[in-house]
């Protein structure tokens, strides 16, 4: 590794709203290489390089500029590479995307081993060569599409035989996607077996739901919005992720680590950006500051506090064991002990195989103190963040009902993107992932001291479970899961609209 190389921020090409201007320091000239382990994987097909083909499309990347490598054990030629992820993008494919899909160069290798890495190396050297890429100059990403247990192996792998040779505006960057570990230690041996390897500022570590557009939204909502500013600290949140639709296929993966581990430790525990402090300023590290501040705050999870659920049927997957206890449904109350949020129940709630498809933040207000309209009353104020599916954010308000009688009536003030950003393109979330780590910004990415203060808050919960102290409850596939989370959510204060 050339010394020094993760200082060298970025130059900041196509990006026109940069909110890291001040980091721009050495001109980035030499050519990208974008490296995809696991290119024959699930993740790769579905998610990586259709995202890489839409940045393209849009025009972030240029095909005389980037080329693109797919790396795994497969044996597989270029060309079954391209014809494999053809099925998901190649329909879209527009004549002036075609180069960058024909230029795709596949390498066959281990993990664990030099020789695929030195061949893989070899190639990327040829294409910076041919780019007349001045040595050191050029840009290495390597998007580790591939299950955590070989991480190790590879990145030692890369840090041998495939770095990008010194410091002259160029750079290597390692995307790893979680898990991150499965409790506080595991996550932190890997954290220490990649910090040996690599700096911080070289690692991005994806949390895709950092990459939607309305978590994007987040801080600018709540610190550009002076109305938003005295509200923000009350009365209950609620954070919910449901999924209409089980395990199918993933039983296995799954039942190692269940709801909590693959969606609430990471995916809804981004709640930080509801609930943490207003940043110095806008950079990354500002920012990263005041989430992990806030994670640090939540005091330890009350038994009575969680409710687990699992679908009947679950265990039908023959690849999930007969007797499995892992929970494919929970809410858990979180309690933040600062200032702000005292008293006040954060409910993450997520499962698989519920009644809708859906992830939102609600932020619900108390009754009016004093209510002289008590007896008509229909629901509290909440003000919803809706993720997924169709963004929006509305506000649920009690109105007069129109016309000659007085009575009153919830209704919403309602910002639908589809509506209001009509022709607007909304990303992909794994695009701006990709595209942020091209720039070199890591504001969306999960720092090392973020991820070691979200297991802190889980490991204790998750080894009862584990160790069977804790039982999940069983619900209905289709249903809104165990009655005995609404009675908890009930229990917190939340009142359902
Ligand atoms: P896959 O199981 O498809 O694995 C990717 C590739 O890794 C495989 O094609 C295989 O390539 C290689 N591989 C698989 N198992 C092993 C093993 N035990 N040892 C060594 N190599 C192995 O994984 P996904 O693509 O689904 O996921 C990749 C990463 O992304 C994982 O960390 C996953 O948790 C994460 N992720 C995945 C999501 C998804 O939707 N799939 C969503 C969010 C995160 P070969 O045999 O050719 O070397
Ligand atoms: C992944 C989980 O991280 O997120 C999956 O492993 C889950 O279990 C997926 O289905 C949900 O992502 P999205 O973007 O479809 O909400």
């Known amino acids: 590794m050339g010394s020094g190389q993760w200082k060298v921020e970025k130059r900041s090409s196509f990006r026109s709203d940069s909110f890291s201007k001040e980091y721009e320091t050495v001109p980035e000239t030499g050519c990208l290489s974008i490296i995809v382990l696991g290119a024959s994987g699930d993740l790769a097909k579905k998610k990586t390089f259709p995202a890489l083909y839409n940045l393209y499309r849009r025009g972030f990347l240029q095909s005389n500029e980037v080329y693109i490598f797919g790396y795994a054990r497969t044996k597989i030629s270029d060309d079954d590479l391209r014809n494999r992820i053809r099925g998901d993008i190649l329909a879209k494919m527009l004549q002036s995307t075609l180069k960058m899909y024909q230029q795709i160069k596949y390498v066959s290798g281990s993990y664990d081993t030099e020789d695929g890495f030195r061949l893989l190396d070899k190639e990327i050297s040829e294409h910076e060569v041919s780019k007349n890429s001045a040595e050191g100059s050029s840009r290495r990403l390597f998007y580790l599409a591939l299950p955590p247990s070989v991480y190790p192996p590879v990145c030692r792998m890369i840090r041998k035989c495939c770095m990008n040779r010194a410091d002259l505006g160029g750079w290597t960057r390692i995307v790893i996607e979680k898990p991150f570990g499965k409790d506080l230690e595991s996550a932190e041996k890997l954290s220490a077996q990649i910090g040996e390897l690599f700096e911080e500022p070289q690692l991005y570590r994806i949390d895709h739901y950092l990459g939607k557009e309305l978590v994007q939204n987040l801080l600018v909502l709540r610190f550009a919005n002076r109305f938003f500013l005295p509200l923000w600290n009350r009365d209950n949140i609620q954070i919910v ?51 992990v501040k806030v994670l640090q705050s939540v005091l330890p999870i009350k038994d009575e506090e969680v409710v687990l659920g699992q679908y009947e049927g ?25 200032e702000r949020w005292e008293g006040v129940p954060f409910i993450l709630k997520a499962g698989k195989a519920l009644n809708s498809r859906k992830a939102e933040i609600r932020v619900q207000f108390k009754d009016v103190p004093g209510d002289i309209f008590k007896c008509q009353k229909q629901g509290r104020n909440e003000f919803v963040i809706r993720l997924q599916p169709s963004e929006a954010m509305y506000m649920k308000l009690t109105v007069k009902q129109p016309g000659l009688e007085m009575s009153t009536v919830q209704s919403e003030l309602d910002l639908s993107y589809k509506q209001r950003y009509q022709g607007v393109a909304i990303p992909e979330a794994y695009e701006r992932l990709i595209l942020d780590t091209i720039r070199g910004d890591q504001q969306h990415f999960v720092r090392r001291d973020e991820l070691k203060a979200a297991w802190e808050i889980f490991t204790p919960l998750l080894h009862r479970i584990d160790d069977g102290e804790m039982k999940p409850l069983q619900y209905q596939p289709g249903s809104r899961g165990p009655v005995e989370a609404d009675e908890l959510l009930a229990k917190a204060g939340y009142v359902q609209t």
């Open 241 to 291: 992720f449901r999924e209409d639709f089980g395990t199918e296929g993933r039983g296995g993966y799954f039942d190692e680590y269940g709801i909590i581990r693959d969606i609430i430790q990471n995916h809804l525990l981004q709640l930080c950006l509801v609930a943490m402090e207003k940043p110095v300023s806008l950079k990354p590290e500002h920012i990263r500051d005041e989430k």
């Open 314 to 338: 679950y265990r039908d997957d023959p690849t999930v064991p007969d007797h499995s206890n892992t929970p494919t449904f929970a809410t858990v109350v979180l309690r933040i002990h600062n």
